[in-house]
């Protein structure tokens, strides 16, 4: 069974503060590794796709890299906007399968 | 270009009552999928359309039936409600099948649904 483990389950940052959320996961041959960031009262919204070890995508402040066990968002000098539950998501590669979600880590970043 | 809409936004319902949630996904997008999220279990696969037929369905009671329509907007339907279906119901499009490439799914709001 695909799983998903995100940790911390909550992280409080200082504005400027660097630091980075973890996501392991379990698939059965992975074909994406997706990462969202939902505000209170939201739907996510749709950060980064990995695909691949050794992938590295970057926005902003944030980048995501992959290994073949884990993905990590790293959030570089955060500011209080980037308080949000960012969420982490695999997909297996065989057939039609659906994004299983990890439940989150909550990041607030104090001014 | 307008992002993916759910209606109601919130609602109300009791126990053993149905209700019909809908979403509007982005214009051009041709799958739905449809996502349960708690406190406790997270985020949830429910199922997902393309092209009017349910592609995949995750591991629900069949109270929780959904449809799309030939303009890709879909509904979601639970039956018998009970006072665990309480949750926020997330409603994702993508331009293309699951499991393809470029198959990025995009979140409308929700639907606050409350069982009383």
């Known amino acids: 069974e695909d799983q998903v483990t995100q940790s911390p389950e909550a992280l409080r940052l200082q504005e400027g503060e660097s630091s980075s959320l973890n996501c392991s996961y379990t698939v059965s041959g992975l074909r994406g590794l997706f990462w969202y960031r939902q505000d209170p009262g939201k739907g996510p919204e749709f950060l980064f796709t990995?695909?691949?070890a050794g992938e590295e995508k970057e926005k902003e402040r944030l980048k995501a890299t992959l290994t073949k066990k884990e993905s990590f968002l790293h959030i570089t000098a955060p500011k209080p906007e980037d308080s949000a539950t960012y969420l982490c998501a695999v997909q297996a590669r065989s057939g039609n399968t659906p994004l299983v979600f990890g439940k989150g880590t909550r990041l607030s970043v104090i001014a | 270009k307008a992002g993916v809409t759910q209606t109601p936004r919130y609602l109300i319902k009791t126990r053993g009552q149905q209700v019909t949630l809908s979403c509007s996904p982005i214009?051009?997008?041709?799958?739905v999928s449809w996502y349960q999220q708690t406190p406790g279990q997270g985020l949830q696969f429910l199922f997902e359309?393309?092209?009017?037929?349910?592609?995949n369905k995750g591991n629900f009671p069949g109270r929780f039936s959904g449809r799309q329509f030939s303009n890709s907007r879909s509904e979601m339907n639970v039956s018998t409600l009970e006072l665990g279906d309480s949750a926020l119901y997330l409603c994702?499009?993508?331009?293309?099948?699951?499991?393809?490439?470029?198959?990025?799914?995009?979140f409308g709001p929700g639907t606050r649904l409350t069982v009383t």
């Open positions: 990995l695909y691949s």
């Open positions: 214009s051009g997008h041709r799958s």
């Open positions: 994702a499009s993508s331009l293309i099948k699951l499991g393809l490439a470029g198959d990025e799914q995009y």
């Open positions: 359309y393309f092209s009017e037929t349910q592609r």
